[in-house]
């Protein structure tokens, strides 16, 4: 089951930056919602080893990258999609993410 959905342009980039790690292949992407910036999730992404995904975590397979979602994230990464920005000189990703924070 994907939590997040990862387009093929971002996709590419994250494994062309993991590419340059040692042990590559042993490494997933972990997508965390770390806090929050305004009206907008904040996020934590890295690569971690595959075997510290933890039974409290979501991990599934992208292509040739595992994924590991925290559980406290699940929920509010669910239906997103982490993608290259539209405007070709921001350089980077973003998560299009159709959940906000409670702003309460």
């Known amino acids: 089951m994907s939590v997040?959905?990862?387009s093929e342009e971002a996709s590419l980039k994250v494994l062309a930056v993991r590419s340059e790690e040692s042990d590559a292949e042993k490494l997933?992407?972990?997508?965390?919602?770390?806090?929050?910036?305004?009206v907008e999730y904040s996020y934590d992404l890295a690569f971690v080893p595959v075997e510290e995904a933890t039974d409290?975590?979501?991990?599934?397979?992208?292509?040739?990258?595992?994924?590991?979602?925290?559980?406290?994230?699940?929920?509010?990464?669910?239906?997103?999609?982490?993608?290259?920005?539209?405007?070709?000189?921001?350089?980077?990703?973003?998560?299009?993410?159709p959940n906000r924070p409670n702003p309460l």
Do not use: C, F, H
Request: aromatic share 2%; net charge negative; hydrophobic share 45%.
């Open 4 to 6: 997040l959905e990862i």
């Open 28 to 38: 997933a992407l972990r997508v965390a919602v770390s806090g929050v910036s305004g």
């Open 56 to 97: 409290e975590d979501i991990s599934y397979e992208v292509g040739e990258l595992t994924v590991i979602i925290p559980l406290a994230s699940k929920e509010k990464l669910a239906g997103a999609t982490l993608d290259i920005p539209q405007n070709a000189d921001q350089g980077g990703l973003i998560i299009r993410n």
